[in-house]
């Protein structure tokens, strides 16, 4: 038996661990804003008012994504919300046939994302919308 030198074997451990978390995607540290400013801000601009560099070259002008909730009597509709980024659900109206189903992108998307994740990254974007919300 060879001698252990604990302390050692520690870091050895500990390190790998720490190497293995670093390859790791995580996305969960995307904010909804660098979302938002990666996937939305293109067609609904970078107010969210629809008016985003593309929005002109569409056959359907995106929606004023500040006005939701004033839209809806004065409630935010996270999950109306969350269902039209994901895009999959085929009874949601998603904007036609102009906007991305975000939900199959981000699954396919390089990194190979699961389900758990493409719900994170639909959730941070959900929750960044609620707070552009005209008062």
């Given at each position: 038996?060879?001698?252990?030198?604990?302390?050692a074997l520690l870091v050895v451990v500990g390190s790998a661990g720490l190497a293995a978390?670093?390859?790791?995607?995580?996305i969960s540290s995307e904010s909804g804003s660098t979302l938002y400013r990666s996937y939305c801000a293109s067609c609904h601009g970078?107010?969210?008012?629809?008016d985003g560099p593309l929005a002109a070259n569409l056959r359907t002008a995106p929606s004023d994504l500040t006005r939701l909730a004033k839209r809806n009597h004065g409630?935010?509709?996270?999950?109306?919300?969350?269902?039209?980024i994901d895009g999959r659900?085929?009874?949601?109206?998603?904007?036609?046939?102009?906007m991305p189903v975000w939900g199959d992108?981000?699954?396919?998307?390089?990194?190979?994302?699961?389900?758990?994740?493409v719900k994170e990254r639909i959730n941070a974007l959900v929750d960044h919308i609620a707070t552009l919300q005209e008062r």
């Open positions: 038996m060879f001698p252990v030198n604990r302390p978390a670093a390859l790791a995607p995580v970078t107010s969210a008012k629809g409630k935010f509709d996270a999950e109306k919300v969350r269902r039209a659900d085929a009874r949601e109206i998603h904007g036609g046939t102009d992108a981000f699954k396919r998307a390089g990194e190979g994302y699961d389900e758990a994740k």
